[in-house]
């Protein structure tokens, strides 16, 4: 997985295999866990569980590491749009920004842009 952290804009841009979106996923569903990055100015995101309310994505600067806090509910949602990201047949990416009324991101939290493994932009297909 690569994490690159634009700090000037407050984002990470996230690059992974399926594999590695998954099991981001699973982490998430769990409440625990800390995976290794290979790449990027991050080296790892960390799950933590908790009450809530819905989720916090922050950046750790001092360790490097992607740290993500939150409520069942909200890490379940995450993890369903990490394993569609995941599994899309035609590449894409998923932004996730918090605003008003967000059902499940919390106010403060760092903006994501998770790409699907097949690349960022949608293939299009001829039709016949």
């Given amino acids: 997985m ?3 952290w634009d700090s000037r804009y407050g984002e990470v841009d996230v690059d992974g ?9 699973v982490a998430l569903e769990a409440g625990e866990g800390h995976l290794p990055v290979s790449e990027g100015e991050l080296t790892g ?9 819905g989720v916090m994505i922050r950046v750790d600067a001092g360790r490097r590491v992607l740290v993500v ?14 394993r569609e990201t ?9 932004h996730i920004d918090h605003h ?4 499940w991101l919390a106010e403060g939290s760092v903006a ?8 960022g932009m949608p293939l299009r297909r001829k039709r016949s």
């Fill in 2 to 4: 690569k994490l690159s």
């Fill in 17 to 25: 295999t399926a594999e590695e979106l998954t099991a981001l996923a």
């Fill in 100 to 103: 008003p009324g967000h059902a």
């Fill in 86 to 94: 995941a599994s899309a047949d035609d590449g894409g990416h998923w």
């Fill in 112 to 119: 994501l842009v998770v790409n699907s493994p097949l690349g």
């Fill in 69 to 82: 806090l939150g409520d069942a509910d909200g890490r379940e949602l995450l993890a369903e749009g990490l």
């Fill in 45 to 53: 995101v960390e799950v933590v569980g908790t009450d809530g309310p």
